[in-house]
């Protein structure tokens, strides 16, 4: 786990891959994390929104989301965005942007991520994975960990159904969701506060390094979930 | 993150402590992550379960849950354990335990860890945190994640409220589930299959290292919660 400090300030238009790969020492086979709130800057997903008006956050919030799950007085409000995410506010941030704006999601997260993958090669000549991770809650547990919202070059989800347990039996269900696990794990070392937003993971399992996209792996579909 | 492999087949009165301080080379400020299974067999929590035998799986669901949130044919039950976790099946694995057994979680998950930390100190000398993980599913989003189901001295929610954001403005809300990150990165290195059920994460900021429980800290009450 490697934390890259020393990003710029990021603005509308930039190319996110040239900016990460000035200070980013990378090799192949990495996966380099992102966090969604540099890419959303990047591509111009800044949006007015005025410091403490509550009124223009819930049409922000609304105008994001496709269902509203939960919403109480004083209380996140739990929507699913047009990506199929269910997480509060529909992932609108609005700390570390400048005052009056809100960021909002990449409109494609995984798309965020190729281009970001694709720039590095170019740039770099390193093949490496990108992930866009973002902070969500979650029901039944307090806290919130950093999730895969984007990825690129490395399977999000890891399907060991057919393999042996220690036993010699074969696993019935088990796939890992190792693209949440790296974002979250990348999150240790970039810290909310110190405003590092990216990290590097280093020394990954190659057969992890694979085409695939956190809406076609990660997201459960409404009717295969119980809680929707 | 490294892995520690070389722990034996662990046996019911067995000390962990023992035989993870024989195989892991333990540094101060180290947090050790435990996976449940074997803390379960340490603590003598395998019970008989004829394989394949699913009412008997249910009566075992049952029997170490308080709460049913939902239960349909062919899926798995969702259910609050007594510890307040909301998982499938109450936490119990039917996988990597000998044939007709099942392994149910610890009963207090905290105090196994504080047990082991307790252990690796007498026996090593070395300070270190200790985390038991589980492997949990989420609604919403596809695939399992390590989190921890007891911890250590390392606090299970690190709460940045109050810190100062990136343009010098107070975070309203952002506390960190850093033991459940923490314990989905040790799985990164551990893998299901392989059968690794310790890994040491070193280098964690020394401020996150503090008396806590899993209990206390990562469990939602229900009447916190929107999802229950």
Known sequence: MIPVPGLPEVRAGDRLADLVAACAPLEDGDVVVVTQKVVSKAEGRLVDCPAGDEDARR???DSESVRVLRRSPGRATIVET???FVCAAAGIDFSNVPDG???LLPLDPDR???RIRDGLLARTGRRVAVIVSDTFGRPWRRGLTDVAIGCAGIGAVLDLRGTVDGY???LRVTE??????????AELVMGKAAGV?????????????????VRAELVRSPQDDLFR
């Open 197 to 213: 937003a990216v990290a590097i993971v280093r020394g990954v399992d190659r057969s992890w390094l694979r085409e695939s996209s």
């Open 176 to 185: 890992v969701a190792v693209a949440d696990e790296l974002a979250g794990a």
């Open 112 to 114: 965020s991520a190729r």
């Open 59 to 61: 049409a922000l919030v």
């Open 101 to 103: 704006k809100a960021a």
């Open 82 to 84: 047009r990506h199929g």
């Open 168 to 170: 010699g039996r074969t």
